[in-house]
């Protein structure tokens, strides 16, 4: 059965720091995907990483992935109270394209 | 737009009744998911399916019922035997075959039974 771990799952920061969140996951897989909620609303799509050594950005934020290691980072740069939100990463598994979704990271970004 | 529609947006409910969420799509994706959504909690998969009139139980299916008869439509019955329905219900859809997997979501119904 696939676990998805993430660390931290809270995370209060100040502005313009930097910090990484972690996701990892137990078995093989090449298909990960991070989604940010605002609290009371649905999920919206970040980034989709599709290959070991896969690296995205947008904005402030970082994504990749290292399958050997069974990991993924999403890292902010700079962070702004805007980025203050649940990050989820979701990691598929097999040929049906069901996800599996990590717990989520409360981040909160203080002024 | 394309995009999927979830209705209704918020739903009340009494102990002992089944209600039906809608979740309608127009992005002609094949396959289309029910998740779950408790406070402080991840996304936990209910039902998917990946072609009309065919779906698979997710993990936590007991108490749920779906059916697939039109591509666009997916709707979600929560029975009287699901022990504990108050939830966030969010309502996705994805490219099958040789797409991404990607995930897009409705905006999901918050159920609560008094």
């Known amino acids: 059965e696939l676990k998805v771990e993430q660390n931290p799952l809270f995370l209060s920061m100040q502005e313009g720091k930097n910090y990484t969140i972690y996701c990892n996951y137990s078995t093989t897989s090449d298909r990960l995907y991070w989604y940010r909620q605002d609290p009371g609303k649905s999920l919206e799509s970040l980034f989709v990483l599709l290959s070991n050594g896969a690296v995205k950005q947008e904005g402030r934020l970082m994504a990749s992935l290292d399958t050997k290691a069974r990991l993924s980072t999403l890292h902010i740069t700079a962070a702004v109270h805007d980025l203050s939100a649940t990050y989820f990463c979701a990691v598929g598994g097999g040929s049906n394209y069901k996800l599996t979704f990590g717990k989520g990271t409360l981040l909160t970004v203080n002024p | 737009d394309g995009g999927i529609t979830q209705s209704p947006k918020y739903l009340f409910r009494k102990e002992g009744q089944n209600v039906t969420l809608s979740c309608e799509q127009n992005?002609?994706?094949?396959?289309m998911y029910w998740y779950r959504q408790d406070p402080g909690q991840g996304l936990r998969l209910i039902y998917y399916?990946?072609?009309?009139?065919?779906?698979q139980k997710g993990d936590i299916a007991e108490g749920y019922s779906v059916s697939r008869e039109k591509k666009e439509s997916f709707p979600l019955t929560v029975t009287s035997a699901q022990k504990n329905p108050t939830a966030f219900y969010l309502c996705?859809?994805?490219?099958?075959?040789?797409?991404?997997?990607?995930?897009?979501f409705g905006e999901g119904s918050r159920l609560t039974v008094l």
């Open positions: 399916s990946q072609i009309v009139n065919d779906f």
């Open positions: 992005l002609n994706h094949d396959a």
């Open positions: 996705a859809s994805s490219i099958s075959g040789t797409g991404s997997g990607e995930l897009f």
